[in-house]
């Protein structure tokens, strides 16, 4: 259960600094520290983390201190001893995944500061989350958002939240899993128009077209190059309703 217990911990941390990105310096440690970290090597000392967390905090202008790091204890995904951080000993057998999904969210967090505002709050750190490819992170996210929606919105939610899904199964090598969740998203999206609540659908669609293929027949297919995007435009006041 410990990589259950640390993607769980990882995306209700993700969440939490997407939805309040100013006080989350502790990302900027969560990341340092994972560079660090190897089976060998399972502490690192606070100083060289403080360090290296500070240049990739600069960009945010977050301030990089104990009470960041104790934000980072108290949930205990590290501890600390002494002048040392570590992690906790059940989550060593999944550091690449640690690392991975830090410095996604770094990506997600650089995403969001340079966002359109115009935009629905909502959509962007939805988006965000997926261009930064926390797919689980963002299946959690918008899952809620899905299930709180009604009218024409509601269908839209959910086609992204099974595509997030396909995405995530698909790192996880269950070819089912995501073919069949791709499919289901594709269906779901199909009818709305080029753009949809200041995203550009017709280039989604487009850009899903060939992973769909890939997920259906991965032995028989090249897997395509970039992870599609959620690319956001200019919205138009509120699009109509879904065609059909």
Not at 91 to 116: I, N
Not at 132 to 156: D, N, V
Not at 188 to 214: E, I, Q, T
Request: a positive charge.
């Amino acid at each position: 259960m410990s990589y259950v217990d640390l993607k769980h911990l990882l995306a209700d941390l993700a969440l939490e600094a997407v939805q309040h990105p100013r006080p989350a310096g502790w990302a900027a440690i969560a990341a340092a520290c994972a560079d660090h970290l190897d089976a060998d090597q399972p502490s690192v000392a606070w100083k060289t983390v403080r360090q290296d967390a500070n240049v990739l905090a600069r960009p945010f202008g977050w301030t990089i201190d104990e009470r960041a790091l104790d934000h980072l204890t108290d949930k205990d995904l590290l501890r600390k001893n002494g002048d040392t951080i570590s992690i906790p000993p059940r989550f060593l057998p999944h550091l690449q995944y640690f690392k991975r999904q830090t410095h996604r969210l770094l990506d997600v967090l650089a995403e969001l500061a340079s966002g359109a505002a115009e935009t629905e709050e909502d959509v962007r750190r939805g988006a965000a989350l997926f261009n930064g490819r926390l797919f689980f992170e963002c299946h959690e996210y918008l899952e809620g958002i899905w299930k709180a929606t009604s009218g024409p919105e509601k269908a839209f939610f959910h086609g992204i939240v099974q595509v997030a899904a396909a995405f995530y199964h698909f790192e996880k090598e269950n070819w089912h899993g995501a073919a069949a969740l791709m499919s289901k998203g594709t269906q779901k999206r199909s009818k709305y128009p080029d753009s949809f609540l200041g995203v550009n659908l017709h280039a989604f669609r487009r850009a899903l077209k060939s992973w769909a293929g890939y997920f259906a027949d991965p032995a028989g297919r090249r897997r395509p190059g970039d992870y599609p995007r959620l690319n956001l435009v200019q919205p138009q006041k509120r699009q109509e309703a879904p065609r059909g």
